[in-house]
T-cell receptor
């Protein structure tokens, strides 16, 4: 059973059409949740770290929020340059990957002009 | 500021060949790691290092070796390439890292090596 599940797998939006990406997790002790952006042929690029339920962080058209079971990446009035795959990763106190970090499979976002 | 540099960008190997994927970072990061990324799967950890002289296995270490003789470099060696090792490989580093890291330092990734094994 996946510990980090991202939905939807793929999302196509029109330019300016706001939406949200979801990252749900099942871990015993969350140390931190990370969001990354990955462009085709590139490595993931760090966006945000969230630590506790209720926390929010913003960067340009992106806002990340965190609850006890999931995180949302809200995209407001997106532009074509926001097209990318967005990855979520969870850092745990115990469990998870060998180093405590587990990545989701990502959401592939396409913004059409 | 180069960040994390991976070479080569592309590589084709025949089954049974060996090779080394290079990774170097210029940010004085203590933590370095190797991931593979396959279609439909999340990033999977191969090996990681919390500092020079220290390495440990990730989730999918079989068929790969690493060493960390300096803070800057963390090469990944494929001992005898198999078609199942066809993948995109990413090297990542962070100021600190690992399960005991109290700072939750984010990872900085290189741009990957696309490896095909025939």
């Amino acid at each position: 059973e996946d510990q980090v599940t991202q939905s939807p797998e793929a999302l196509r939006l029109q330019e300016g059409e706001s939406s949200s990406l979801n990252c749900s997790y099942t871990v015993s002790g969350l140390r931190g949740l990370f969001w990354y952006r990955q462009d085709p042929g590139k490595g993931p690029e760090f966006l945000f770290t969230l630590y506790s339920a209720g926390e929010e962080k913003e960067k340009e058209r992106l806002k990340a929020t965190l609850t006890k079971k999931e995180s949302f990446l809200h995209i407001t009035a997106p532009k074509p340059e926001d097209s990318a795959t967005y990855l979520c990763a969870v850092q745990e106190y115990s469990g998870g990957g060998a180093d405590g970090l587990t990545f989701g499979k990502g959401t592939h976002l396409i913004i059409q002009p | 500021n180069a960040g994390v540099t991976q070479t080569p960008k592309f590589q084709v190997l025949k089954t049974g060949q060996s090779m080394t994927l290079q990774c170097a970072q210029d940010m004085n990061h203590e933590y370095m790691s190797w991931y593979r990324q396959d279609p439909g799967m999340g990033l999977r950890l191969i090996h990681y290092s919390v500092g020079a002289g220290i390495t440990d296995q990730g989730e999918v270490p079989n068929g790969y070796n690493v060493s960390r003789s300096t803070t800057e470099d963390f090469p990944l060696r494929l001992l005898s390439a198999a078609p199942s090792q066809t993948s995109v490989y990413f090297c990542a580093s962070s100021l600190t890292g690992g399960r005991l890291d109290p700072y939750n330092s984010p990872l900085h990734f290189g741009n990957g090596t696309r490896l095909t094994v025939t």
